[in-house]
């Protein structure tokens, strides 16, 4: 309180609307805005659909590799991959067939300069799928890679 009588009542009267107001706000936010009805069957087959939709996409499947990984000690460590690759539309498949090679050398640059430690965990592999994907969608010259999936992936 501040000693003068007017201007603490001033500031009583302002806490007790703004106080009023958010209390109002919060019981109308909760009990008179209805919520949007949703169609759980409705819901259910978008998401079916979608599920077949991914399943049918054209994926380039590609020959087990081996990379050898970064070690500054002196034991030998590796990657043993075999991947898929899903692309966005069907002659963005057969195009990429013809550059395996291509796509080999883009993993084994990438994968070979990360660390096994690095590769080992969940968030490794997500950054190594995001890296191939962005190398070789700036190869390719445009977002032909939709996304890459890994159907072995051994580190020894």
Same mark, same amino acid.
């Given at each position: 309180m501040t000693g003068k009588p007017l201007f %603490? &009542?001033? @500031?009583?009267? @302002?806490?007790? !609307?703004?106080?009023?107001? $958010?209390?109002?706000? !919060?019981?109308?936010?909760?009990?008179?805005?209805?919520? *949007? =009805?949703?169609? +759980?069957? +409705?819901?259910?087959? %978008?998401?079916?659909?979608?599920?077949?939709? %991914?399943?049918? $996409? *054209?994926?380039?499947?590609?020959?087990? @590799?081996?990379?050898?990984?970064? $070690? #500054? +000690?002196? #034991?030998?460590?590796?990657?043993? !991959? =075999?991947? %898929?690759?899903? !692309?966005? =539309?069907?002659?963005? &498949?057969?195009?990429l067939s013809n550059f395996k090679s291509i796509i080999n050398d883009q993993l084994i640059d990438v994968a070979g300069n990360m660390k096994a430690d690095q590769l080992n965990s969940i968030t490794g592999k997500i950054l190594l799928e995001s890296r191939i994907k962005k190398r070789l969608n700036e190869i390719f010259g445009a977002s032909t890679i939709k996304k890459i999936y890994f159907s072995k992936f051994i580190i020894q």
């Amino acid at each position: 309180m501040t000693g003068k009588p007017l201007f %603490d &009542k001033i @500031i009583m009267a @302002i806490s007790l !609307v703004c106080s009023l107001g $958010s209390a109002g706000l !919060v019981y109308y936010s909760h009990n008179m805005i209805e919520k *949007p =009805k949703t169609n +759980k069957q +409705k819901e259910f087959n %978008d998401m079916a659909q979608s599920a077949i939709s %991914d399943l049918q $996409s *054209p994926r380039i499947s590609m020959e087990e @590799i081996s990379v050898n990984l970064y $070690s #500054r +000690k002196t #034991r030998l460590r590796f990657l043993n !991959v =075999k991947m %898929d690759i899903e !692309v966005y =539309k069907e002659e963005y &498949k057969d195009n990429l067939s013809n550059f395996k090679s291509i796509i080999n050398d883009q993993l084994i640059d990438v994968a070979g300069n990360m660390k096994a430690d690095q590769l080992n965990s969940i968030t490794g592999k997500i950054l190594l799928e995001s890296r191939i994907k962005k190398r070789l969608n700036e190869i390719f010259g445009a977002s032909t890679i939709k996304k890459i999936y890994f159907s072995k992936f051994i580190i020894q």
